[in-house]
């Protein structure tokens, strides 16, 4: 049973250049999150689908846009990254409580 | 505007003792509190959760303890263990925001001595 995967590990970006980060989950949980994590900070929500089809903004959405492609995946994309976008960022999914959310591994993304 | 601090960054216990981390909220709509545990380049792993409702949840060597008047919450470790070594995030979720959506505090990185 893998949780949640995430895709890559590690990504160096230019000013300018698109990606976009990939997230699977095997728990048939319905929702899904994108976090970010800044040091010495918590993690931030930038976005998260409560379901297969819905996408919603959190508190850092800006410059990112979201796809829930099926109930397993769902995906991040930086457009245009710029360096403040340089951060861990962190796919979870959730069945709702009193379970917590589980959280893949993060990816570790670099903006010069 | 930070609703959910942890105050300390840090915290050092000997093997053995007791380990408590302290949580502090300030939006009194939060009704679901989590603590999370991260070790180094990996995901937080869930511990332990705990409903407006009680005032105390158990988990083996973990409790969680809520004063809800206080908005105080804290994370009991009881024998600590040097595999308990790190960063214990106290997150919250409030019910109808971003279908449970946490937020999270800054994090304390503990380091239990053998």
């Known amino acids: 049973n893998a949780g949640v995967t995430q895709t890559p590990k590690f990504q160096v970006l230019k000013t300018g250049q698109s990606m976009t980060l990939q997230c699977a989950q095997d728990?048939?949980?319905?929702?899904m999150y994108w976090y970010r994590q800044d040091p010495g900070m918590g993690l931030r929500l930038i976005y998260y689908?409560?379901?297969?089809?819905?996408?919603d903004k959190g508190e850092v959405p800006n410059g990112y846009n979201v796809s829930r492609l099926n109930k397993r995946e769902f995906s991040l994309r930086l457009e245009s990254a710029a360096p403040s976008q340089t951060s861990v960022y962190f796919c979870a999914s959730s069945a709702g409580p009193p379970a917590g959310q589980y959280f893949g591994p993060g990816t570790r993304l670099t903006v010069t | 505007d930070q609703q959910v601090k942890q105050n300390s960054p840090s915290l050092s216990v000997q093997e053995g003792r007791i380990s408590i981390l302290n949580c502090d909220y300030t939006n009194s709509m939060f009704d679901y509190f989590l603590w999370y545990k991260k070790y180094p380049a990996e995901g937080p792993t869930f511990l332990i959760s705990?409903?407006?409702?009680?005032d105390k949840n158990e988990d083996g060597r973990f409790t969680v303890f809520l004063n809800k008047s206080a908005k105080h919450l804290s994370l009991h470790i009881v024998p600590s263990q040097p595999g308990d070594s790190a960063v214990y995030f106290c997150?919250?979720?409030?019910?109808?925001?971003?279908?449970?959506?946490?937020?999270f505090g800054s994090g304390t990185r503990l380091q239990v001595q053998p």
């Open positions: 997150a919250a979720s409030a019910e109808g925001t971003g279908r449970r959506a946490l937020t």
């Open positions: 689908s409560a379901s297969e089809g819905t996408t």
């Open positions: 705990i409903s407006s409702i009680k």
């Open positions: 728990m048939n949980h319905n929702s």
